[in-house]
């Protein structure tokens, strides 16, 4: 018995012990591994621009064929090398609305290990997967940081499209002109009773003529959002709008996308008339003995005349009482030492009344082509200046800021403002950078 127990401390124990150490060192392994996947990860998204916008962006492509519209792509393949290795993968391509997708259209997030990575070729695709377009990237270039996200913007060939208003502007006829029309009765056309408009325009490069017919006439929009930051010096423009609205049609009033921004401005300037108004004060009632203040006369009524009594039998004179050495004396007050009247105190002015806590917030967010960061100044309570910095595309943004902005200064908030069309994105950057602000300066 003793001959196999000596056999097996010799040849398994050692065997078991190195089998318990090898186990010991991949658990302790598990935690780091763990860790590394945590942390040697990161995302790339992938953004799809018309070439058109490569002379913004600086950057140019290739493709084998010419897109009719950028929101017929649904799909993207993207061909990469990373580390001598060939990577592809498909991606769905995302965008708010067709019209919105001629601006842009964005990848979903993939996530790849962090380094860096050469993309070698694109190919687009339609709803049916078929391939529609073959791009040949310029030397595209990344690097994917781990736990971050890296945004590569890559452009493809597409019909040129864009966006143009055109305003109807209306000037004084001559004097001569004016005089003579008046004196054969003609009145002045109203704009509100403008429907629609034919516009012909020409293209100078292949000098075709295209005619748009009966163009919608969106005046009311134009001066609402001239209106502003709201200042007492406002009311004219405000009065002009708010005429303009009222002279609309039911149908015409509910395509005015910006009433709210005219119904938020006339309450500010209430409030401002409001708070301009002094603060009326009590006249003291009664005479004051001042020249001019007027007294209240009371005429008394007259009493009546008693009755007489009848005359008391006499009764025997009391013997005199005899008076205490110390009688109680009344006191008198002390002529050195009177009361007076204490002078009243000014009321102190109430302080403005508002949502947000003074002082300078900043928030930031992301919009169609880059980072847009907001600074918010808060005094009394409310909003009164707010400075803007951004990385975005800034046909887009500035679309975006001109008719965001006054709203929320009008408004005093940033939430329930809708986005701007044809520049959605960058309008959720600037909405998002002042919900952010915002949010730290609220009570």
């Given at each position: 018995m003793n001959k196999y127990i000596s056999f097996f401390k010799t040849c398994f124990a050692p065997l078991f012990i190195f089998l318990l150490a090898m186990t010991m060192v991949f658990a302790g392994c598990s935690d780091d591994d763990d860790e590394l996947q945590q942390t040697a990860f990161g995302y790339v998204q992938f953004k799809i621009y018309k070439s058109a916008s490569a002379a913004i962006k600086g950057t140019e492509t290739r493709g084998t064929d010419m897109l009719d519209k950028l929101n017929d792509a649904k799909k993207i393949k993207v061909v990469m090398l990373y580390d001598g290795n060939t990577i592809e993968q498909t991606l769905m391509l995302n965008s708010y609305s067709a019209e919105n997708a001629e601006f842009g259209l964005r990848s979903d997030k993939l996530e790849l290990l962090a380094g860096n990575y050469k993309l070698i070729g694109y190919y687009l695709y339609d709803k049916l997967d078929n391939e529609i377009y073959a791009g040949t990237p310029n030397n595209y270039k990344f690097n994917v940081m781990a736990g971050g996200l890296k945004v590569q913007e890559l452009f493809a060939d597409a019909v040129a499209r864009g966006l143009v208003n055109f305003k109807l502007i209306k000037h004084g006829l001559p004097e001569t002109e004016a005089a003579s029309r008046a004196a054969e009765g003609y009145e002045d056309y109203p704009f509100s009773n403008i429907k629609g408009i034919n516009i012909t325009v020409k293209n100078l490069f292949t000098q075709e003529l295209t005619t748009i017919e009966k163009v919608e006439v969106k005046y009311v929009e134009g001066l609402i959002s001239k209106i502003g930051k709201v200042t007492l010096s406002s009311e004219e423009k405000i009065t002009d709008a708010k005429t303009a609205y009222n002279s609309l049609s039911s149908a015409q009033k509910k395509?005015?996308?910006?009433?709210?921004?005219?119904?938020a401005a006339e309450k500010a300037l209430q409030q401002l008339k409001k708070a301009a108004e002094p603060t009326p004060t009590t006249k003291p009632s009664g005479p004051s003995g001042k020249?001019?203040?007027?007294?209240?006369?009371?005429?008394?009524?007259?009493?009546?005349?008693?009755?007489?009594?009848?005359?008391?039998?006499?009764?025997?004179?009391?013997?005199?009482?005899?008076?205490?050495?110390?009688?109680?004396?009344?006191?008198?007050?002390?002529?050195?030492?009177?009361?007076?009247t204490p002078e009243p105190t000014e009321e102190p002015e109430p302080t403005p009344a508002g949502m947000y806590i003074d002082g300078t917030y900043q928030g930031s967010a992301f919009g169609y082509g880059g980072k847009t960061r907001l600074t918010v100044t808060i005094s009394g309570g409310q909003i009164v200046e707010i400075t803007q910095t951004n990385n975005d595309t800034p046909e887009f943004f500035n679309e975006a800021w001109n008719t965001i902005y006054p709203q929320i200064m009008a408004n005093q908030t940033a939430d329930g403002i809708d986005t701007v069309s044809g520049a959605t994105l960058s309008s959720e950057g600037i909405l998002g950078a002042a919900q952010k602000a915002l949010a730290q300066a609220k009570k």
């Amino acid at each position: 018995m003793n001959k196999y127990i000596s056999f097996f401390k010799t040849c398994f124990a050692p065997l078991f012990i190195f089998l318990l150490a090898m186990t010991m060192v991949f658990a302790g392994c598990s935690d780091d591994d763990d860790e590394l996947q945590q942390t040697a990860f990161g995302y790339v998204q992938f953004k799809i621009y018309k070439s058109a916008s490569a002379a913004i962006k600086g950057t140019e492509t290739r493709g084998t064929d010419m897109l009719d519209k950028l929101n017929d792509a649904k799909k993207i393949k993207v061909v990469m090398l990373y580390d001598g290795n060939t990577i592809e993968q498909t991606l769905m391509l995302n965008s708010y609305s067709a019209e919105n997708a001629e601006f842009g259209l964005r990848s979903d997030k993939l996530e790849l290990l962090a380094g860096n990575y050469k993309l070698i070729g694109y190919y687009l695709y339609d709803k049916l997967d078929n391939e529609i377009y073959a791009g040949t990237p310029n030397n595209y270039k990344f690097n994917v940081m781990a736990g971050g996200l890296k945004v590569q913007e890559l452009f493809a060939d597409a019909v040129a499209r864009g966006l143009v208003n055109f305003k109807l502007i209306k000037h004084g006829l001559p004097e001569t002109e004016a005089a003579s029309r008046a004196a054969e009765g003609y009145e002045d056309y109203p704009f509100s009773n403008i429907k629609g408009i034919n516009i012909t325009v020409k293209n100078l490069f292949t000098q075709e003529l295209t005619t748009i017919e009966k163009v919608e006439v969106k005046y009311v929009e134009g001066l609402i959002s001239k209106i502003g930051k709201v200042t007492l010096s406002s009311e004219e423009k405000i009065t002009d709008a708010k005429t303009a609205y009222n002279s609309l049609s039911s149908a015409q009033k509910k395509k005015v996308s910006n009433y709210s921004v005219l119904t938020a401005a006339e309450k500010a300037l209430q409030q401002l008339k409001k708070a301009a108004e002094p603060t009326p004060t009590t006249k003291p009632s009664g005479p004051s003995g001042k020249p001019g203040s007027k007294v209240n006369l009371v005429t008394p009524k007259p009493t009546a005349t008693p009755k007489p009594t009848a005359t008391p039998v006499p009764t025997a004179t009391p013997e005199p009482t005899i008076d205490p050495e110390d009688p109680n004396v009344t006191p008198t007050p002390d002529p050195e030492n009177p009361d007076v009247t204490p002078e009243p105190t000014e009321e102190p002015e109430p302080t403005p009344a508002g949502m947000y806590i003074d002082g300078t917030y900043q928030g930031s967010a992301f919009g169609y082509g880059g980072k847009t960061r907001l600074t918010v100044t808060i005094s009394g309570g409310q909003i009164v200046e707010i400075t803007q910095t951004n990385n975005d595309t800034p046909e887009f943004f500035n679309e975006a800021w001109n008719t965001i902005y006054p709203q929320i200064m009008a408004n005093q908030t940033a939430d329930g403002i809708d986005t701007v069309s044809g520049a959605t994105l960058s309008s959720e950057g600037i909405l998002g950078a002042a919900q952010k602000a915002l949010a730290q300066a609220k009570k």
